[in-house]
């Protein structure tokens, strides 16, 4: 057995809590924070926090909060020891200390990756959803919260109460207008607690929003042993990722921030148009490749865009459906942009399973696909593409695969799409059954009488031909 990794450095100052270590934020914003306290000189160690499971703790505490980052290139594999994170808490063992980590004033930026669910939030409207368990519970127990929203209510009431300076919350999610969702969010949640509070945050407290992207699949035992392999030393905290990576970020902070830009973090006004390019173009086929390769018995994003038809579904959705409903970003060119896109999904060192991202759906759908669904039926046009990608999700929300065996769903709202997609026998009733759930989908996009009959058409192509037949029939 080799030895464990072990820390090199004394550890900085905590000057930012993120909540959420999973993978993605230790092979993104972890990565940029080393590089920013490599080039400034300055304290900006890392708190990490968990919300639910001790696993990241268990896996970092014993090698002093180090771990290995490898890039997975077309040319090999490059790793790099990151050391930002000083230590790991696990929120259920003691909430109270999560908030006294947050409320402590030498913390000047509270930074999230809790993954769209962790928001709390209706993903149709983005408002809070007061009926999830954990804001009834964190509303009724504030001072022992459960939710991320709960925990910055917390801090952020401790810091008014103090008379200090409130910290900036940096949403690092792939949502819409993040840091305004966020913001929406714990207004909303704050002004339910104490009105007073909700208006100083929303005089006080900045939620600059971002664009974050870098492909990170998550950790596998395979991956394990093969840096242990390559380096002579064991570290089950190590991350994969691609070479690629972007952070478009709202320059707006309360008391100052790493100097990010050290590692090629790009600040600017306004975030929106990079994050609809982000979103709609890499997120969106991410999904629809997810369901539509799944179908069809493919486990990763490279093994899909193998197929020839496959790649043509992406060119062809691109150019034909979503590019048409993305404002120009500054300094981007779109096509160049999805060109990019496809040469890093065959990515052969990346194994990114579709089952990984097809996790989540009636979280992800409505800003990765509906949002592009909804602009080219404004325009008169029916997306028939992205009405093949919503029907591909349906078949994989009902739970059985084209084989017949059972589809190990992960999803907070499986139980309700199980039910729907089961309430029917037809395609046009699974259909209705489930564009009827408005946590997902809007009464105008769900009644609008073009886009229900694409969904039902692909649903009964994919029914009846498979997937793989069905993509190659749109692909052309
Ligand atoms: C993926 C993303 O899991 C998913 O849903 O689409 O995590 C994707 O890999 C990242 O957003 C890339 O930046």
Redesign the pocket.
Known sequence: MPDRLTRRTTPAKTGIVHLGPGA?FRAFQAIYTAEAMAAQGSDWGITAVSLKSPTARDQLDPQGGVYTAVELGPEGRKSQVIESIVRVLVAPEDPAAVVAAMADPGVRIVSLTITEKGYCHDPATGRLNRDHLDIVHDLANPGQPRSAPGMIVAALAARQKAGGKPFTVLTCD?LPSNGKLAKGIVLEFARAVDPALADWIAANVPFPSTM?????PATTPADVAALAKAEGYDDPACVMHEPFRQWVIEDDFADGRPAWEAGGAQFVRDVEAHELM?LRC??GT??TL?YLGYLAGYQTIAETVADPAYAALCDRLWREEIVPTVPQPEGEDLAAYCAALLARYRNPGIR?RTW??A?DGSQ?LPQRLLGVARARLASGEVPKGVCLAVAGWMRYVGGVDEAGAAIDVRDPLAAELRAASDSADTPEGKVAALLALRQVFDAALAEDAAFRACVTDAYRTLATKGARAAVADYAG
């Open positions: 993605f792939n974050v992207d870098r492909i990170t982000k890499l997120n991410h999904s997810a990114h990984q991202i996790m992800k």
